[in-house]
């Protein structure tokens, strides 16, 4: 008979059975839903607590929580809403706006992730429910991916304009999700504040990120 810990360990350190579970995850994460009911994450909800560290203190340059209205794409989306455009193959971050939100370390990681659509593409895991405005975006944490599951409301301007990242391409939505569900695994968008790129890109890959200094 064994332990727990001697099962988990065996579990974790069998490629086949680690393969199998972290397949049987991605394949088993949803939610109960009524038919055409649009799921809202409570534990990150649309208000300004998942903006701020403090509410009512904004950082300078951007607008007061009380004023960020939250929306869906098909609200704020000019045309049909869509996770990619034809834009995500060789994209660069010229093809990217970071908004209020000074991470433009974070969007130039994101620009290189989406250099190579099959990485990118592999961001998502498929909850089968993005109809119903819930994803779920996987990050390599503490040696481990982690799958975060997000709704899509975003935050936007009074005018309804998506306040931090966003695509060239008005309909594409990728790059606002993967942002959301960076700043839920951070606790809040203002902690995205400060970072690096390589290690945004360890997070999003879970491969090796090296710097090569050319001068």
Known sequence: ELAK????????N???????????????????????????????PPEGSSIYRVVRDAPAGMIPAAMVSWMRPSEFCPGQPKLYGDGSQG?????????????QWFINA??????????????????????HGRYCVRFFKEERWSIVAIDDYLPCDPLGRPLFA???????IWAMLIE?????????????????VQYALRDLTGGTVEKIDLH
Not at 31 to 44: A, P, S, T, Y
Not at 185 to 193: D, G, K, P, T
């Open 110 to 131: 994101l620009a290189l992730v989406a250099s190579h659509r099959s990485v990118l593409r592999s961001v998502f895991v498929s909850s089968g429910q993005e109809d």
């Open 14 to 44: 069998n490629p086949t059975i680690k393969t199998f579970l972290e397949y049987w995850a991605d394949g088993s994460n949803q939610v109960v839903l009524q038919r055409g009911e649009m799921w809202k994450d409570l534990n990150f």
């Open 91 to 103: 994209l660069t971050s010229r093809e990217l706006r970071k908004g209020q939100l000074a991470n």
């Open 180 to 196: 959301k569900a960076y700043a839920k695994l951070h606790e809040c968008y203002e902690n995205l504040v400060d970072g690096t």
């Open 5 to 12: 810990y001697e099962f988990d360990a065996f579990c974790i």
């Open 166 to 172: 966003r695509s060239i391409d008005p309909n594409e």
